[in-house]
């Protein structure tokens, strides 16, 4: 039998924060989903809701393909071709799957424009181009894992840069192969440029590229008193940690305790009841562009609406080497999916609440 210190560890860290204003006059919330590069599911609860607009079911489900590419020539990601029509026009998101940011080889592309590659050890000096230790390690002289950054929209493709760029990423990519999914979205105003226009260049560059969609699901459910959230300090409702808390039992299934004889852990002091419940959930990769263009939809919505308030819920990919703002990003010991919570009020009330892995090293 183990001794029972063994196991006596402490919860991941995290960092979590809460914000009010109103979504009608602020971008805030749009900031919050710009400055997150990769969405792998968006949850939706609607309240009082008995026919849902379609253009929110098609912003989840039909209006987001995205592609996967085994094998991926990364030397593909600074073809001059490829930098003037997809990466300095309309936003290019790239991530490698099938690794894990904590002992693999992870590469990103961001709508940015920067390639990101966090390598580890041996890798990174293989590849012989410039970058500096994983913030996440405490001897930076005896660095087990290295991170790379190039900025794909500023790079010259006839300097001399550009070549040294090319030649170690076409010795790198001889030794190492990465399966990866992207999206392009176009431009702001050229919206009528199909996305798939991504797809067509890499065929032509003779690279097998294979078209996805996002696993999409609704349900209803009847009947269901869901919590009047507290907006402000002063008003009467449950405080949004408890409603987050809610929400997560929700749109999981769990049993919620309606009955007065089944009360659970997730009953609500302060409810209200409603018909009928829409829960909307997509699981994909989703670009920000995508998420706004959601938000967009759902605002338009809500704003002619009567209901309590409409929630979204985004989780990214726990293994992308990138969290929110460029920075470096850890799964291992950490809260890895850089998740938020939008709650929003017909009148323009909103909370934002955010889940982000902690930046603090590990204590030994």
């Given at each position: 039998?183990?001794?029972?210190?063994?196991?006596?560890?402490?919860?991941?860290?995290?960092?979590?924060?809460?914000?009010?204003?109103?979504?009608?006059?602020?971008?805030?919330?749009?900031?919050?989903?710009?400055?997150?590069?990769?969405?792998?599911?968006?949850?939706?609860?609607?309240?009082?809701?008995?026919?849902?607009?379609?253009?929110?079911?098609?912003?989840?489900?039909?209006?987001?393909?995205?592609?996967?590419?085994?094998?991926?020539?990364?030397?593909?990601?600074?073809?001059?071709?490829?930098?003037?029509?997809?990466?300095?026009?309309?936003?290019?998101?790239?991530?490698?799957?099938?690794?894990?940011?904590?002992?693999?080889?992870?590469?990103a592309v961001t709508p940015t424009g920067h390639l990101v590659l966090s390598l580890l050890k041996q890798s990174?000096?293989?590849?012989?181009?410039?970058?500096?230790?994983?913030?996440f390690c405490r001897m930076k002289k005896r660095a087990t894992r290295y991170l790379v950054s190039i900025d794909?929209?500023?790079?010259?493709?006839?300097?001399?840069?550009?070549?040294?760029?090319?030649?170690?990423?076409?010795?790198?990519?001889?030794?190492?192969?990465?399966?990866?999914?992207?999206?392009?979205?176009?431009?702001?105003?050229?919206?009528?440029?199909?996305?798939?226009?991504?797809?067509?260049?890499?065929?032509?560059?003779?690279?097998?590229i294979t078209q996805c969609s996002p696993k999409f699901t609704q349900r209803r459910v009847n009947n269901i008193?869901?919590?009047?959230?507290?907006?402000?300090?002063?008003?009467?409702?449950?405080?949004?940690?408890?409603?987050?808390?809610?929400?997560?039992?929700?749109?999981?299934?769990?049993?919620?305790?309606?009955?007065?004889?089944?009360?659970?852990?997730?009953?609500?002091?302060?409810?209200?009841?409603?018909?009928?419940?829409?829960?909307?959930?997509?699981?994909?990769?989703?670009?920000?562009?995508?998420?706004?263009?959601?938000?967009?939809?759902?605002?338009?919505?809500?704003?002619?609406?009567?209901?309590?308030?409409?929630?979204?819920?985004?989780?990214?990919?726990?293994?992308?080497?990138?969290?929110?703002?460029?920075?470096?990003?850890?799964?291992?010991?950490?809260?890895?999916?850089?998740?938020?919570?939008?709650?929003?009020?017909?009148?323009?009330?909103?909370?934002?609440?955010?889940?982000?892995?902690?930046?603090?090293?590990?204590?030994?």
């Amino acid at each position: 039998m183990l001794c029972p210190e063994v196991w006596n560890f402490s919860p991941p860290k995290h960092s979590s924060t809460f914000s009010t204003g109103d979504w009608k006059t602020s971008d805030d919330i749009k900031s919050v989903a710009k400055k997150r590069y990769f969405n792998h599911l968006v949850s939706v609860v609607l309240p009082d809701t008995v026919i849902v607009p379609q253009n929110l079911i098609e912003s989840l489900s039909n209006d987001c393909d995205y592609y996967r590419v085994s094998n991926f020539p990364i030397t593909a990601f600074i073809n001059s071709l490829f930098l003037g029509k997809f990466i300095r026009s309309g936003q290019f998101t790239a991530l490698t799957i099938g690794t894990r940011v904590d002992c693999d080889d992870c590469i990103a592309v961001t709508p940015t424009g920067h390639l990101v590659l966090s390598l580890l050890k041996q890798s990174y000096e293989e590849l012989g181009l410039d970058g500096k230790p994983s913030a996440f390690c405490r001897m930076k002289k005896r660095a087990t894992r290295y991170l790379v950054s190039i900025d794909l929209k500023t790079i010259n493709p006839e300097s001399k840069k550009y070549e040294r760029i090319h030649s170690a990423l076409s010795n790198f990519q001889s030794e190492h192969v990465f399966d990866m999914i992207l999206a392009w979205d176009p431009p702001l105003g050229q919206e009528k440029i199909c996305p798939s226009s991504i797809a067509a260049f890499f065929e032509k560059l003779n690279i097998n590229i294979t078209q996805c969609s996002p696993k999409f699901t609704q349900r209803r459910v009847n009947n269901i008193k869901v919590p009047i959230v507290k907006w402000k300090n002063d008003d009467v409702g449950c405080e949004p940690e408890d409603v987050l808390e809610w929400l997560g039992a929700f749109s999981l299934g769990v049993d919620l305790g309606e009955e007065e004889e089944n009360e659970s852990i997730f009953s609500m002091e302060h409810t209200v009841m409603c018909g009928q419940t829409a829960h909307l959930k997509g699981k994909g990769f989703y670009t920000p562009s995508r998420i706004i263009k959601f938000l967009e939809n759902l605002e338009v919505y809500i704003a002619n609406r009567k209901f309590p308030w409409a929630a979204v819920f985004v989780a990214g990919f726990e293994d992308a080497p990138v969290s929110p703002g460029l920075r470096e990003h850890r799964r291992y010991g950490a809260f890895g999916d850089n998740s938020y919570t939008f709650l929003l009020h017909p009148e323009g009330k909103y909370i934002i609440s955010t889940l982000e892995a902690s930046q603090k090293l590990l204590k030994h």
